[in-house]
């Protein structure tokens, strides 16, 4: 997250791990971990208008991010409509 450089290099030197989820309102869900005082990087894609595509989330943030499916991950509901 080349914002915060600490958290950055205390997660590369523990974990050095991603996870990657699935949101369908990404601008809304960083508002929501901006108001609760998580760090985050957002990323825009200059394509789109430089539309907020994408975050990365401070480890301490995965409270927020646990009701979310990991990416590509169809949920039962998809899965109920395919049928």
Do not use: Y
């Not at 914002?3 to 791990?17: E, L, R």
């Not at 539309?51 to 995965?62: F, H, S």
């Not at 990416?71 to 395919?82: H, M, N, W």
């Amino acid at each position: 997250m080349g914002d915060h450089p600490v958290i950055d290099a205390d997660w590369h030197a523990t974990s050095n791990n991603l996870v990657v989820l699935q949101c369908d309102d990404i601008p809304s869900l960083a508002d929501r971990l901006d108001a609760a005082g998580i760090k985050l990087s957002r990323f825009t894609e200059p394509d789109l208008d430089d539309a907020l595509t994408a975050i990365a989330v401070e480890p301490d943030g995965w409270r927020h991010l646990s009701s979310l499916a990991l990416a590509d991950e169809t949920t039962e509901a998809e899965l109920s409509l395919a049928s």
